[in-house]
């Protein structure tokens, strides 16, 4: 999978697209809001998790710490 942040930014686009469909029913319009919620939660991972790697990868090149911790998929993890 190579999913990038602008893929996640079209999915939320979509999504706001979908509900503002005039032509949605209260049911479809419920599930929407639910199918919204549930990206919105994915998104806020995603972005937290983009978060917590840009944050390693600053203090990485300030030498604050010597190697990026393998859980973040970003280097090697040898020090």
Do not use: C, W, Y
């Not at 930014?9 to 919620?37: C, M, T, V, Y």
């Not at 937290?48 to 190697?67: D, W």
Request: zero cysteines; a negative charge; charged letters at 25%.
């Amino acid at each position: 999978m190579k999913n990038k942040l602008q893929d996640l930014n079209n999915h939320l686009f979509a999504q706001l697209e979908r509900f503002s469909d005039e032509a949605l029913n209260p049911d479809q319009l419920a599930n929407e809001i639910n199918r919204g919620k549930a990206i919105s939660g994915v998104a806020q991972q995603i972005i937290a998790t983009g978060h917590l790697a840009l944050e390693a990868q600053e203090r990485l090149s300030e030498n604050q710490i010597s190697h990026l911790p393998e859980l973040l998929g970003l280097g090697n993890g040898e020090k």
